[in-house]
T-cell receptor, first 114, second 115 residues
């Protein structure tokens, strides 16, 4: 158990819909990273928040957005869903925004878009 | 984009044998991390090796890093059936000026340990 929690575990929805994925980092961790894992693209970085502020964006679609709240939990919002958005979505937390820190991953949310 | 490339893509060994997986990457790194993922589950952090380190051990795991060749290897000694999983290397860029150390993952090596 990494100490990172994600809800829900599974999500099945239809194309065009909007969903919110939630992540609670390990106690004391200020950084939350979001990653997407799909069969064709592998594990891809989406976005990074540090202490409530966006630090970096990766391969994140404009239909996707995220935020980190004062209690440090984070939400990833996916809208206008398409079949290709079906994937495992992971968040990871680390102590700081700096390097030399392990990133600890949550169990993931499996999104299926029908 | 994929920075790390693991080799081999799949590896099948008998229980008790050693398993070696390799990872190559393209740009300068801050550190390199290895993760394990059981089928469809979360990623478990195994070990982090910094760019100024050459070798690191953790239990049955041994990781080496050669920054001149931009490569790393993960050795699992005396493998067990429970080691069956996919193994990923992940790097973060050395020039993360924005203070963000997002990981770039390889495609992973699928290890099967046969009892």
């Amino acid at each position: 158990d990494s100490g990172v929690t994600q809800t829900p575990k599974h999500l099945i929805t239809a194309t065009g819909q909007r969903v919110t994925l939630r992540c609670s980092p390990r106690s004391g961790d200020l950084s939350v990273y979001w990653y997407q894992q799909s069969l064709d693209q592998g594990l891809q970085f989406l976005i990074h928040y540090y202490n409530g502020e966006e630090r970096a964006k990766g391969n994140i679609l404009e239909r996707f957005s995220a935020q980190q709240f004062p209690d440090l939990h984070s939400e990833l919002n996916l809208s206008s869903l398409e079949l290709g958005d079906s994937a495992l979505y992971f968040c990871a937390s680390s102590t700081s925004g700096g390097g030399h820190n392990e990133q600890f991953f949550g169990p993931g949310t499996r999104l299926t878009v029908l | 984009s994929q920075q790390g490339e693991e080799d081999p893509q799949a590896l099948s060994i008998q229980e008790g044998e050693n398993a070696t997986m390799n990872c190559s990457y393209k740009t300068s790194i801050n550190n390199l991390q290895w993760y394990r993922q059981n089928s469809g589950r979360g990623l478990v952090h195994l070990i982090l090796i910094r760019s100024n380190e050459r070798e690191k051990h953790s239990g049955r795991l041994r990781v080496t890093l050669d920054t001149s060749k931009k490569s790393s290897s993960l050795l699992i000694t005396a493998s067990r059936a429970a080691d069956t999983a996919s193994y990923f290397c992940a790097t973060d860029a050395a020039d993360s000026g924005a203070g963000s150390y997002q990981l770039t993952f390889g495609k992973g090596t699928k290890l099967s340990v046969i009892p």
